[in-house]
């Protein structure tokens, strides 16, 4: 089945830009997207990217697909503190379901 | 608009006993899920249903059962809990099969924390 990856942790400082990484290896998803999950809290989308785009800009974020290396990414800049949280990605896999990595906790220090 | 409700919020279970988690949406999705989250692993899927009378098993369905009489609620049944089966749960939906009819994303609940003794 799909397998999704992402590192488990990423520290950044406040002001820093943050990036977020995800490989997957089912080349066929339509839809990527990433997802953000506040402590005590469900899953909320960010934003999400249609397999025929290279990148995607929406305010401090920016998502970069490469297709060839099946690596996504999410880059946001200027991260505070109330970016802290876990980012999923997710993508549609064989059976018309989204398919999550395991999230990466994102600790922003002051 | 309330979107996604989860009931209960937490519960504790003793290994053996059997309880129903409910999820209720106001949104007149069609698609409901079930996912469990365990930490490290992401999400993974339980059940989900296509819409009201039809359900269908997701990555790991084992230990669980569900049912939608209804178009707006999404039940979750453990009928003999096992630790194994401590988890977040949560549950979400949808206008469309995400990523198939278009980029129709998934709206969640805030989860039900179940700790099975």
């Known amino acids: 089945g799909e397998d999704v990856e992402q590192s488990l942790f990423l520290s950044v400082r406040e002001g820093d830009s943050s990036v977020i990484n995800c490989t997957y290896t089912?080349?066929?998803?339509?839809?990527l997207y990433w997802y953000k999950q506040e402590p005590g809290a469900g899953l909320q989308l960010l934003t999400y990217?249609?397999?025929?785009?290279d990148m995607k800009q929406d305010q401090r974020l920016t998502v970069l697909l490469n297709k060839k290396d099946k690596h996504l990414s999410l880059r946001i800049a200027d991260t505070q503190t109330g970016d802290s949280a876990i980012y999923f990605c997710a993508l549609r896999n064989a059976g018309n379901m989204l398919t999550f990595g395991g999230g990466t906790r994102l600790m922003v220090k002051p | 608009n309330a979107g996604v409700t989860q009931t209960p919020k937490f519960r504790v279970l003793k290994t053996g006993q059997s309880m129903t988690l409910l999820c209720a949406q106001d949104?007149?999705?069609?698609?409901m899920y079930w996912y469990r989250q365990d930490p490290g692993m992401g999400l993974r899927l339980i059940h989900y249903s296509v819409g009201e009378g039809t359900t269908a098993k997701g990555e790991v369905p084992d230990g669980y059962n569900v049912s939608r009489l209804k178009k707006q609620n999404f039940l979750l049944g453990l009928e003999s809990a096992a630790p194994s089966q401590t988890s977040v749960y949560f549950c979400?939906?949808?206008?469309?099969?995400?990523?198939?009819?278009?980029?129709?994303?998934?709206?969640f609940g805030a989860g039900s924390r179940l700790t099975v003794l």
């Open positions: 979400a939906s949808s206008s469309g099969l995400a990523g198939v009819h278009g980029a129709n994303v998934l709206t």
């Open positions: 990217i249609f397999s025929n785009m």
């Open positions: 089912d080349s066929s998803s339509t839809y």
């Open positions: 949104m007149n999705h069609e698609y």
